[in-house]
Nanobody, 124 residues
């Protein structure tokens, strides 16, 4: 089993930046993709970004393209989400996800492992 722990959330002013981290532990060899979802108050969970552990493209939701960047450090079993030009509508709980099959889709059910989430609040 893989455990995912997010960190780096907090309060930031609109236009600012924040970098989230997600550290995987446990049976880390069982995951082949990692990414991020978020859930704003009153809204469904939304796909944000994902990438595989191996060489390949990153995938982003249209709402964050050009502003957010996903990256990884496989040696540390960590995935990051650099969020630039944050907007109030980015306010949400951000969840780290991982998948044992290396899926990179936009659906929640594609991911085997979920972190507990970290709150990001963007003040206008």
């Amino acid at each position: 089993q893989v455990q995912l722990v997010e960190s780096g959330g907090g309060l930031v002013q609109a236009g600012g930046s924040l970098k989230l981290s997600c550290a995987a532990s446990g049976r880390t060899f069982t995951y082949y993709s990692m990414g991020w979802f978020r859930q704003a108050p009153g809204k469904e969970r939304e796909f944000i970004a994902v990438m595989r552990r191996s060489v390949g493209p990153s995938y982003y939701a249209d709402s964050v393209k050009g502003r957010f960047t996903i990256s990884r450090d496989n040696a540390q079993n960590t995935v990051y989400l650099l969020m630039n030009n944050l907007k109030p509508e980015d306010t949400a709980v951000y969840y780290c996800v991982a998948d044992s099959l290396g899926r990179v889709g936009r659906e929640e059910h594609e991911y085997d492992y979920w972190g507990q989430g970290t709150q990001v609040t963007v003040a206008s």
